[in-house]
């Protein structure tokens, strides 16, 4: 069974601090790997995807991956109110997996204003 | 702009009725999705289809069938609904990479409540 392991959180930041959002994935040839914001009520969009291991930047958000560790992080730097939203992490197992994309059950986070 | 829309967003029936929930999408995906999620649980793939007539029994898919007769459209029948069924239903689509399923764009959902 190809697991993805979130802490379920709540993890509360004050407005303007780094969130840091982590994820354990258990198929060690899982080749993409993304992250989703949802806000209460609402469906996951897209933040971020990342392919390689190492850093990859879009605005305030940083994706981390280390395949040999089997982990991937999200950091939010100068966090704003407006991110508190629950995350969830994605991974496309190896093809063992069967091309099924497995979600984790996701970090609530609180930006305190 | 991408989109996936769903019919209803908000849906009430009752137990043993036939329910049909449609999803389109607008950006000529070959691979859909059907999921449900309900708090503590996550996301749970019920079926998913990578081609036209074609489909995959997801986690989930027991009194659940589903319908792919055109590559925009995607429907998921609950052939006799249940109230464990309860939930939100999300449906989405995406293309495909060597990687696997490239990102997924989700629809609004269907807030289904059977009674």
């Known amino acids: 069974q190809k697991e993805v392991e979130q802490n379920s959180g709540p993890l509360s930041v004050p407005e303007g601090a780094i969130a840091s959002l982590n994820c354990t994935y258990s198929d060690r040839g899982s080749q993409s790997f993304f992250w989703y914001r949802q806000y209460s009520g609402k469906s996951p969009e897209l933040i971020m995807s990342?392919?390689?291991?190492g850093d990859k930047e879009d605005g305030r958000f940083t994706a981390q991956l280390n395949k040999a560790s089997q982990y991937v992080s999200l950091l939010i730097r100068d966090s704003q109110p407006s991110d508190s939203a629950t995350y969830l992490c994605a991974v496309n197992p190896g093809n063992t997996g069967g091309f099924k994309t497995i979600f984790g059950a996701g970090t609530r986070l609180f930006v305190k204003a | 702009d991408v989109k996936v829309t769903q019919s209803s967003r908000y849906l009430v029936k009752r137990t043993g009725e036939k329910v049909f929930l449609e999803c389109v999408q607008d950006m000529d995906h070959e691979n859909m999705f059907w999921y449900r999620q309900d708090p503590g649980l996550g996301l749970r793939l019920i079926y998913f289809s990578y081609d036209v007539k074609m489909k995959e029994k997801g986690d989930i898919p027991e009194g659940y069938s589903v319908s792919r007769e055109k590559k925009e459209r995607f429907s998921l029948i609950l052939e006799s609904a249940s109230t464990n069924q309860t939930s939100m239903y999300l449906c989405?689509?995406?293309?495909?990479?060597?990687?696997?399923?490239?990102?997924?764009?989700f629809g609004p959902g269907t807030r289904l409540t059977v009674l």
């Open positions: 990342i392919y390689s291991n």
């Open positions: 989405a689509s995406s293309s495909t990479s060597s990687g696997g399923f490239d990102e997924q764009f």
